[in-house]
Nanobody, 125 residues
Framework: QVQLVESGGGSVQAGGTLTLSCEVSGYTYSTGCMGWFRRQSPDKEREGVAAICATAPRTYRYHERATISRDNANGTLYLQIDSLRPEDTAMYYC????????????????????WGQGIQVTVSS
C-alpha cells in the first residue's frame, strides 16, 4: 500500500522560504514521477508546482521559485519555495505515479494515482 505523508506546512511570512517534505512508503520510484501540487481554494483545480521523474528529463517546474528534490537514500520528496508570496497560500499535496508519461503532461494532476492528505501553507504579508 502506497502512503505519502506531507509535513513542514504552517504559517509563514512573505519573503521567506518554505520547505515541505513528503515521506513515502510502499512506492517504487523506478519508471514513474513524483510531484507537488497545490489548490488555492476548494473551487479551484489542483495545479502542478513541480515534479521529478525517474526517466530523463528529470525535473519539471511550473513556478520558477519552486525547487523539487528527492533523497535517493530514503525516498523522501522535498519542495522548497523561495520568496514566498501571499498567493502561495494553498493546500499542498504530494503525489506519485508509476507511469513514465501522461498525455496531458507531467504537471497535470490527473496523471497521478497516489496522493497524500495535503498540508496547509498560509503566507502572510
Amino acid at each position: 500500500q502506497v502512503q505519502l505523508v506531507e509535513s513542514g506546512g504552517g504559517s509563514v511570512q512573505a519573503g521567506g522560504t518554505l520547505t515541505l517534505s513528503c515521506e513515502v512508503s510502499g512506492y517504487t520510484y523506478s519508471t514513474g514521477c513524483m510531484g507537488w501540487f497545490r489548490r488555492q481554494s476548494p473551487d479551484k483545480e489542483r495545479e502542478g508546482v513541480a515534479a521529478i521523474c525517474a526517466t530523463a528529463p528529470r525535473t519539471y517546474r511550473y513556478h520558477e521559485r519552486a525547487t523539487i528534490s528527492r533523497d535517493n537514500a530514503n525516498g523522501t520528496l522535498y519542495l522548497q519555495i523561495d520568496s514566498l508570496r501571499p498567493e502561495d497560500t494553498a493546500m499542498y499535496y504530494c503525489a506519485a505515479r508509476t507511469a513514465a508519461y501522461y498525455s496531458s503532461g507531467t504537471l497535470h494532476w490527473r496523471g497521478y494515482q497516489y496522493w497524500g492528505q495535503g498540508i496547509q501553507v498560509t503566507v502572510s504579508s
